[in-house]
T-cell receptor, first 110, second 113 residues
């Protein structure tokens, strides 16, 4: 079964801690993306990567970091510098224009 | 700066009716316009998409209408069903940026019996 997996589905952290969200795809897509979703604001792009070992900042990259060491994997680290990290995080991958999303990770920071 | 404006924010339609969601964009370089459907707690799913060289695209009960001169596009859901109740997002991207999508803020659709 081809698809995008994100783990865990729910994540709880204390303020001041870094946390890493996992994203894996077996679709053989070159490009991968991380979005943040907040109520009433749609999806906002955090980082994207078009090839291995290369990635670019999206619209709201501050307080986040990524790596792309393998084609299949694009982990996102939410650092303590992110002022409002509680949100629903979505990973996506694409071939050409069509972009496909994973099931998301809901992060709660208290 | 919001480059894709979506309306309405919420919509209630009776079963069998037509649901219409509208989006307007500012950047004339956009050349790909998808619509996504999202159920609560799930990731968005690609529903239908259009390129600006056509004015309409239909897939089953879902139709995109595209007006290049007005920089607007809309999603029509014919014979709306309770199972269509979800949040719908329009988006846009431009050539040279792979699939770097700019999303609208979403429309929550409720189809009542």
């Amino acid at each position: 079964d081809g698809g995008i997996t994100q783990s865990p589905k729910y994540l709880f952290r204390k303020e001041g801690q870094n946390v890493t969200l996992s994203c894996e795809q077996n679709l053989n897509h070159d490009a991968m993306y991380w979005y943040r979703q907040d109520p009433g604001q749609g999806l906002r792009l955090i980082y994207y990567s078009q090839i291995v070992n290369d990635f670019q900042k999206g619209d709201i990259a501050e307080g986040y970091s990524v790596s792309r060491e393998k084609k299949e994997s694009f982990p996102l680290t939410v650092t303590s510098a992110q002022k409002n990290p509680t949100a629903f995080y979505l990973c996506a991958s694409s071939r050409g224009y069509e972009q496909y999303f994973g099931p998301g990770t809901r992060l709660t920071v208290t | 700066q919001q480059q894709v404006k979506q309306s309405p924010q919420s919509l209630i339609v009776q079963k069998g009716g037509i649901s219409i969601i509208n989006c307007a964009y500012e950047n004339t370089a956009f050349d790909y316009f998808p619509w996504y459907q999202q159920f609560p707690g799930k990731g968005p799913a690609l529903l239908i998409a259009i390129r600006p060289d056509v004015s309409e695209k239909k897939e089953g009960r879902f139709t995109i209408s595209f007006n290049k001169s007005a920089k607007q596009f809309s999603l029509h859901i014919m014979d709306s069903q309770p199972g269509d109740s979800a949040t719908y997002f329009c988006a846009a991207s431009k050539d040279g940026t792979a699939s770097k999508l700019t999303f609208g803020t979403g429309t929550r659709l409720q189809v009542t019996l």
